[in-house]
């Protein structure tokens, strides 16, 4: 499956913005999709993750309560609704899905656990 994430761009602290991650090739909603980003000069870390076998979601700390992940299968679509954005939610965010649409709940925040990727979309958030 190819995977092309959208939306990002330039907003004001407090704002809104919808990520979409978009897949091509095969239907998304027989994978577990995964949200990362990566802050300029820090690794990518996890930010929230959609589990299709159960329909479990699982978020960071840092965005539990304001953002919230969702998928459109008739758009083959994940979306990352993010809410209330601070300046430490700037990065490129990228979305990726794992093999098949079951992850163990101990490796769904883990990188290798998906193994397609999107190119990333850029959040900049000014205060």
């Known amino acids: 499956v190819q995977l092309q994430a959208s939306g990002g761009g330039q907003v004001q602290a407090g704002s809104s913005l919808t990520l979409s991650c978009t897949g091509s090739g095969r239907p998304l909603s027989n994978y577990a999709v995964g949200w990362f980003r990566q802050a300029p000069g820090k690794e990518r870390e996890f930010v929230s993750a959609?589990?299709?076998?159960?329909?479990?979601?699982y978020y960071a700390d840092s965005v539990k309560g304001r953002f919230t992940i969702s998928r459109d299968s008739g758009k083959n679509t994940v979306y990352l609704q993010m809410n209330s954005l601070t300046a430490e939610d700037t990065a490129v965010y990228y979305c990726?899905?794992?093999?098949?649409?079951?992850?163990?709940?101990?490796?769904?925040?883990?990188?290798?656990?998906?193994?397609?990727w999107g190119q990333g979309t850029l959040v900049t958030v000014s205060s």
């Open positions: 990726a899905a794992a093999k098949g649409p079951h992850v163990i709940v101990s490796a769904i925040r883990v990188e290798d656990s998906y193994v397609y």
């Open positions: 959609s589990r299709r076998s159960d329909n479990a979601k």
